[in-house]
Structure formats: C-alpha cells, structure tokens
C-alpha cells in the first residue's frame, strides 16, 4: 500500500509570496495528481504528471520519480489561492483502473 | 466542467437504516470511483467500476455494496447505517483504461448518521 506524506499540513502566506508544497509517497507509481479543494468542498484536478514539471498559469508541479516526491509552487501567491492542496497517486496496478492513494491535504491561507 | 451530478447532497439518517447515494454521469466515462473524506484520513477509496456491472473492493469497503446497471450511474448502498459512517462521500469519474486518465469529482454529499 502506498504511503502518501504531505507537509507542511497548514501554511498561512502573505499575498504574492511564493509557495511550495511537498509530497513524498512510498512505492513506485504511475502517475501523481494534484488535486484543489475549496472551502465549499469541491475538489478539481490541477495537474496529473509522471514526469518532468508541468505548469499553468501561477502554478507548477514537478516530480522526481528517483526520489519519489513532488512539489506544487504558486507564485504570486493570492488569496483566492487559499484552498486545500491535495497529493494523490496511481500505483498502476489493474491498468490503473483501481482509484487513487490520497495525502491529507495541505491547507493553505493566502492573507491580503 | 464534467457533467457529474450526486444524489441527495446532503442527508441525515438514523443508525441502523439502509441508505443509497447515487453518481450520475453524462460523460460516458467507462471508470467510476465512491471516496469517502474524513478529517485527519483525507479521501479513501470505498469501490469503483470499471465498466457495466463490473465493480470491486477499495481500502475501506466493509459496511459498503455497489451497483453499476447503466454507464452513466453508479450507486453506493449503506445496508444499515452506522455512526462511523458519518462522512462526506465523493464520486469521481475516469475516462479510458490508460494510467494517466484525470480523475473528475463530484460535488459530494455530506451522510450525517446519528
């Protein structure tokens, strides 16, 4: 079973700073998501990489697969950044057809 | 956004009462997911699908059954309902067998068992 560790577990930022968030997860996988959820409580796919980096817009996520861990930077930080950031991976097992391994969230304060 | 809806958004129910939440998708993705969200545990998968009357077990499926009789929805029942199934429960969706596929969410309904 896979293990997936977040940190730090709340951050509270002034706005425009820049933030990164860490993932580490225990065995190999087959891709890595970041995941954002809302104060209201839905959750919506940022980013889905096995590889490399990958940005849009403000955000960017990397990965290394030798270490197994990823990152998750906003820059420019804003409050309506302030969100709960989650980790999630797919081991790969039964085609990937068997759902994700979860962190616990990373909750994020951006103040004005 | 991808058309998932879920059924009812919110209930409260007693313990020991059978009760049913349904994911409805108009996206015609073969894969489908039940989570469940609780403080401190983050979301854990229940069941998931994938493809007409084709389901199997997650991490915490004890207390939970499934059924998949359509694509487009996917039902998850509590036979008899207990405290600890207190939870907000997410449906997510997938759209082919590639292990890159996105997952889309629901917008979650929040189980109150008292």
């Known amino acids: 079973k896979n293990e997936v560790e977040q940190s730090p577990q709340n951050l509270t930022a002034q706005e425009g700073e820049f933030i990164t968030i860490n993932c580490s997860y225990s065995?190999?996988?087959?891709?890595l998501h970041w995941l954002q959820q809302h104060p209201g409580g839905g959750i919506v796919s940022l980013f889905m990489l096995s590889s490399g980096k990958k940005k849009h817009g403000r955000l960017i996520a990397t990965i290394n697969i030798q270490e197994k861990h990823s990152s998750l930077h906003i820059t420019a930080s804003h409050p309506r950044d302030s969100a709960v950031y989650i980790c999630?991976?797919?081991?790969?097992?039964?085609?990937?057809?068997?759902?994700?391994?979860f962190g616990k969230g990373t909750h994020l304060i951006i103040q004005p | 956004d991808a058309g998932i809806t879920q059924s009812p958004r919110h209930k409260v129910t007693e313990t020991g009462t059978p009760v049913t939440l349904r994911c409805h998708q108009t996206?015609?993705?073969?894969?489908m997911y039940w989570y469940r969200q609780d403080p401190g545990h983050g979301l854990r998968l229940i069941h998931y699908s994938y493809g007409v009357k084709d389901t199997d077990k997650g991490e915490v499926s004890d207390g939970y059954s499934v059924s998949r009789s359509k694509t487009e929805d996917f039902l998850l029942t509590l036979e008899s309902a207990t405290s600890s199934q207190t939870s907000v429960y997410f449906c997510?969706?997938?759209?082919?067998?590639?292990?890159?596929?996105?997952?889309?969410f629901g917008p979650g309904t929040r189980l109150t068992v008292l």
């Open positions: 997510a969706i997938s759209e082919g067998q590639g292990l890159y596929n996105e997952q889309f």
């Open positions: 996206e015609n993705h073969r894969y």
């Open positions: 065995v190999g996988i087959s891709a």
């Open positions: 999630a991976v797919r081991s790969g097992v039964r085609g990937g057809a068997d759902g994700l391994t």
